[in-house]
């Protein structure tokens, strides 16, 4: 392909990964206030998985690019954007659009990368670690010496919050299956089995007063366990509805229906608190508050990779035209990381 064109990945619709298309055009340019990053690292985060089957609630019509986040170095800038931008890594959530060689961003939202972060480091901590971060210190406010129960412990947004967690104090439950306990040992978590254990039982065994924190991406019934398992003054925190992944009719219901329970939970008299977390709640209403938010704890993020308290778990790197096994590997539930693309 031309080196000069821009390259990206289109999902055309509801399709199997071998029918992701590739599509070559002109570079973008960056318009007034915009900025153009030229791709180094994106991702395959499970809301790529939803969108190709047409199950993210809140997806664009297709065709489209997909892409919730990318990590790269910015080079061109448009009227009003300091010009010495050029050449400087950053990070930007996108919700779609990361699957190109080069995206155009709005420059209040990029986020510097700090010096010592590969791309396809910080990649691995754009999405899920915002949103772990976020969760944890801003919903939850875990504590040192709470326990906390987390769900897909060695998931991308999980195998964050675990960490993060433990940066904090906190003692870790996780769910897994068989084949990440030992792992999850090595780091301090004690395991469940979510395929063949009782898990509200086991919770109830390892903390008997409930715990303080529960995130829970799974839905359905396991949101109903995960909010009878607080402790008192516990915080449920709901960001997804995993179990749902795979059925048909509306994309819309499961999430009105986390909605509704939240709500109703949070009306009784009862000393808890639920939350169901959408990492671009408040943006529409108070864009400047959001992007400062955003680049405080994705700064915080960052620093805490640098600090060795996270580690950046990369579970396969393959170039974009690639895409459709980097989908299959992020599927297949056989790796432990993030799957990255580069350009």
Known sequence: M????????VLPGKVEPEDLQMR?????????????????????????????????????????????????TVSATGDGVAANLVGTRVAALLKVGGWA????????????????????????????????????????????????????ANGGVGSVL???????GAK??????ARHHAALRAQGVTPIDYRTENIPARVRELAPDGVDAVFDHVGGRSVTDSWHLLAPGGTL???????????????????????GRVWLWNILPNRRHAYFFNVWAGRALNRSRFRTRLRTDLTEVFEALRRGEITARIAAEL?????AEAMRLAESG????????HA
């Open 2 to 9: 031309n080196a000069e064109a821009m390259v990206e990945v």
């Open 24 to 72: 070559q055009g002109p570079i973008p340019t960056a318009g007034p206030g915009q900025v153009v990053v030229r791709m180094e690292a994106t991702g395959v985060s499970f809301a790529e998985q939803q969108m190709r089957r047409g199950r993210y609630y809140d997806q664009p019509p297709f065709p489209f690019v997909p892409g919730y986040d990318v990590v790269g």
């Open 101 to 152: 060689s080069h995206v155009v961003v709005d420059a209040a939202d990029v986020v510097p990368v700090p010096e010592g972060i590969g791309a396809a480091q910080a990649e691995t901590v754009v999405i899920n670690g915002i949103t772990a971060w976020q969760m944890l210190h801003r919903k939850a406010r875990v504590r040192a010496g709470q326990t906390v129960l987390v769900h897909g």
């Open 162 to 168: 675990v960490q993060l967690a433990h940066a904090a």
């Open 172 to 177: 870790v439950i996780g769910t897994a299956s």
């Open 237 to 259: 925190v709901s960001y997804g509805s995993a179990s749902t992944r795979d059925d048909e009719g509306s994309k819309q219901w499961p999430v009105l229906k986390l909605l």
């Open 319 to 323: 170039p974009l035209s690639q895409a």
């Open 334 to 341: 056989t790796v432990a990381g993030k799957v990255v693309l």
